[in-house]
């Protein structure tokens, strides 16, 4: 079975630990988490992680149901990338000097559709949203320039599907408590 | 206004609320204010005092396994917490609904390193089903009422409820509410229809089915409906090791245990079946050995309550999600009638291969020392086939799985899933305690036996009758087994230099008695059974005593091991 990049999305209570509970299912797995954010989700109270890996379907299938099993997990979903849209950020630290000597700086910055955010006697700070291959490409231009500093964040992704699968699931677990206790 | 209570009494009317009479438990610097409420309550909540937390935890898995009710436990926190852990992950892998109670340092100590402070949350979210803090003596009702709902819902397991200090002394207006519902949470999932649909046109189609019988069945209280659809549509029915007592075990149904200890039969024909139907049960690798050669040939239908147990370890053709007894009860209208007389013939000979070759040596031995085998079958027959069985791990539990006979449910108690050495005697004291009418009989090896022997102290303190039967050959015998088979007799810190263990169970009050020889061994069997109170005969086994058949680890469910040299089948 090839491996391929999956993008989990699992909607939660906001509750202190559930980060340690998502991830070591992960960890007892050997699988290594490529990316991981959280944040709070369009519903309020849900938190929503954001979680990128590298695995086989069938492995990818087994964690997405154990990740559900959790009593504090809403619902998990697995995708692959034709099924979202999503982003990444990176922000890359240069020093000042390198930059004003190189004529070239400005048609690197437009043509990555990058943004400077600070500029220093000592360093500049540029920002480029993307896809990873998109700023990993500016990361390798921007390297005869000496980067001082380099961090991208993890994926966030939202999905292409017209259903909110979520906002269905709650709708059904609304109806099962009043069903359950008519 | 209301009247305002401690955390540590919302904690007692918590759990009285949820029908709670008995816990058990050890005290400590981070719980005596719960153990200072509990001196009020005696009469209402009786506490069984341990003498290891772990030994808490295995009583209440063995009160919760007979009895079907969640085991309670209350400790302390740091080192009590760390030795609930053996028995919390044992619960989880074995389906036992539990509710654990750490005390924990006050909020204000949390995170600096305080006596006797542990990351008890930390530690159990692996192990447990679900696990929380609570901080706040209000907060104690609602985590409560949590814990029993989620420990005892859906596939049941552990929960731990890690209580501080401070919230066990802080004052709060009670007010109970039993919890109903968890958005994030559905423990009786709709049965589909169209799934039950499809199981039934495979079990009505299939020409060689055959039910592997789990301890969901049991859980769930499926036996008659098992029975009944094993008897409509004429199936022969295995069980798993936690599946035995499932089925009555003289059913003509009945084909006896899978697994690498288990019956030919049943083995055998795992990969003879057109149809695996499998029921509360999770396809562990002492069931199927090679995953990639088990049942090539069948289908795989697959009931559980639990879908992350569907193609984790054997791809299904069909599953039905949910309860076991409602998925049977939908069931069994759309299954037709039918008869599978050759089917089930096939199980005749192997029967009978394991009947010469294994049964006759181990039960029916004709000379020589004792074997494991042959005192396991006579005290199942001095106890009519009724009693509980609660076994350690090892050799002892295989012969017990292999050799007890079941009449009724809810009689097997055995550590499966995490093989807890030392599970059995605080699981044969909390098996007696959930079920005081019935007779508990402890089959245990000297290795295991060693592990909790403390335990013998809360014999003594509550009388508790149970029957200890210590099948001693001064090895850890499965192990040797294993060096003798596979490592050349490099027999590697297996052998036991042990006590006497009748003077040491007489040191704590319970009758004892040591049988050397075969001639002595009907006697004394039965002055145990008939002997009011707990008893323990040492039984004087051969070590080169070994379990078969046997399909070693990672082999083929087909490859079967009758003795050291000769497989199934014999040419």
Known sequence: MENQLFTFTVFSENQVGLLNQISIIFTRRCLNIESLSVSPSSIKGVSKFTITCFGDRPMMERVVKQIEKRIDVIKAYLYTDDEIVYQEIALYKVPTEALLDDSAVEEIIRRHNARILEITREYVILEKTGHQEETEALFIELEKYDISQFVRSGRVAVTKSPRELLSMYLEEQELRKSRSRQ | ????????????????????????????????????????????????????????????????????????????????????????????????????????????FLGFDAFQETDVVGITQPLSKWSCQVRRAEDIPRAVARAFYIASTGRPGPVVIDLTKDAQTGMMEFDYEKCDFIRSYNPSPDIDAADVARVADLINSSERPMILSGHGVMISGAEKGLAALAEKADIPVAATLLGLSTMPSDHPLYKGMLG?????????????????????????????????????????????????????????????????????????????????????????EPERVEREKVVMREVYPSGGRMTMGEVVNKVSEATGNRAIVVTDVGQNQMFSARYSRFTEPRSMVTSGGLGTMGFGLPAAIGAKMGAPERTVCFFTGDGGLQMTIQELGTILEYQTDVKIILLNNNFLGNVRQWQSLFFNDRFSQTPLVNPDFVMIANAYGISAENVETRDELDAAIDRMVKHDGAYLLNVNIDETDMIFPMTPAGANVDHIMLTPTECYPID
Do not use: C
């Not at chain 2, 609320?17 to 509990?38: A, H, M, N, Q």
């Not at chain 2, 569907?310 to 759309?334: C, M, Q, S």
């Open chain 2, 1 to 108: 206004m209301k009247e305002k209570i401690s955390g540590a009494d919302a904690l007692m009317r918590s759990l009285i609320s949820e029908g709670v009479d008995l816990v058990f438990g050890y005290p400590g610097g981070s719980i005596i204010p719960v153990y200072d409420k509990l001196y009020d309550y005696q009469d209402k909540l009786k506490h069984i005092l341990v003498r290891h937390e772990q030994g808490a935890t295995h009583a209440a898995q063995g009160y919760a396994r007979v009895s079907g009710r969640p085991g309670v436990v209350i400790v302390t926190s740091g080192p009590a917490a760390t030795n609930i852990i053996t028995g919390v992950g044992d619960a989880l892998m074995d389906s036992t609904p539990l509710v654990v109670i750490t005390g924990q340092v006050a909020t204000p």
């Open chain 2, 260 to 348: 690498m200890h288990g019956n030919i039969g049943p083995n055998i024909n795992t990969n003879r079946a057109d149809l695996l139907i499998a029921v509360g049960m999770r396809f562990d690798d002492r069931i199927t050995g090679n995953v990639k050669t088990y049942a090539p040939q069948a289908k795989i239908v697959h009931i559980d309550i639990d879908a992350s147990e569907f193609d984790k370890n054997i791809a299904t053709t069909a599953t039905i999600h949910g309860d076991a007894r409602k998925v049977l009860e939908a069931l069994i209208p759309h299954i037709k009638e039918r008869k599978h007389a050759e089917w089930l013939a096939t199980f005749d």
